[in-house]
């Protein structure tokens, strides 16, 4: 089964796998997500103000802040995003035992609906087009996976399978730069397959290939996406600034196996969250 993902990832781009967490024990992990949201809503300990209710999605929900008299939320989380039925698909794909990097939970807006636009990550990093191909020519080793784990049905992303591999077709082009990329909300791209995703089963794509999410008022999206990397690509920035990782007792009550896994990412940036206080 391990080679079989890395297999599919390979050459589709993407992996779908149904059924990781069983559907009925999603739910505590919902309310959980949730409260959270509500909170962060109410207030984003990141910045003091209230999140925004028009976004997409809240970043580390595990955050401390966010569980003071939650502390049993915040241990269900942290063995969830720990559990043995995900990283084994993590570190298939990546071919090493990977290192947490980030949760993220994605919510529907409020009153900006909107399709989201066609796009490959590598653009955003890289304007330049000659540059984007090279990447994807290129086709380098997989460093960081994020996974999708929906928490109610959600069919809210699309990929165009293989694209990865490739560079766009004149079709895909027109869409995804072509006319200041006024055309890149089109339903019309051709050979997209969009994810029907029940509770508890995961999915990733790989980001320079072609895709994009949906922003819908009328469709609940609430979704975790669960981001790790390979150890030796493990940046310091903003997403591994989790300081509250350092707290006195913080994996105390943990499964045994998660407090292994956090503490080999405690252990790697210790001394960076020391050095930012
Ligand atoms: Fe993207």
């Known amino acids: 089964m391990t080679n079989d993902y890395y297999k599919q990832w390979e050459s589709n781009g993407y992996i779908n796998v149904p059924g990781v967490i069983p559907e009925d024990e999603c739910k505590p992990y919902l309310e ?11 207030n984003n300990p990141e ?54 990097r980030c949760s993220t939970y994605w919510y529907e807006p409020k009153t900006k609906h909107e ?3 066609w796009h490959r990550d590598v653009q955003f990093t890289n304007p330049d087009l000659d540059e984007q191909r090279k990447i994807i020519d290129d086709n380098p080793p997989q460093t960081g996976i994020q996974l999708f784990l929906p928490l109610v049905e959600s069919s809210d992303s699309e990929y ?21 990329q006024k055309n ?3 339903d019309e791209m051709p050979n997209a397959l969009r994810f029907h995703l029940k ?18 008022t009328d469709k609940k999206r609430r979704s975790l996406m669960l981001t790790y990397t390979s150890p030796s ?23 045994p196996d998660s407090q292994v896994f956090y503490q080999r990412y405690i252990d790697h940036f210790a001394d960076f969250w020391k050095s930012e206080t």
């Open 32 to 42: 959980i997500c949730n409260r959270v949201l509500d909170s962060f809503l109410e």
């Open 47 to 100: 910045s003091g103000e209230p999140g925004y209710v028009n976004g997409h999605s809240m970043r580390k929900i595990e955050n401390s802040a966010y569980h003071e008299t939650h502390r049993a939320d915040q241990i269900a989380l942290l063995d969830l995003f720990a559990d043995p039925r995900i990283l084994e698909i993590a570190n298939a794909v990546l071919g090493e035992d990977v290192l947490y």
């Open 115 to 117: 399709n989201g636009n």
């Open 160 to 180: 165009v399978p293989g694209s990865h591999l490739r560079w766009d077709t004149p079709e895909e082009f027109r869409i995804r730069i072509e006319d200041d």
């Open 184 to 186: 890149n909300q089109t």
């Open 199 to 216: 509770p508890g089963d995961v999915a990733a794509f790989n980001a320079n290939g072609l895709h994009r999410g949906r922003y819908h």
């Open 233 to 255: 690509y493990a940046k310091e920035d903003y997403f591994t600034t989790t300081p509250y990782f350092s707290e006195a007792g913080f994996l105390d009550d943990l499964k």
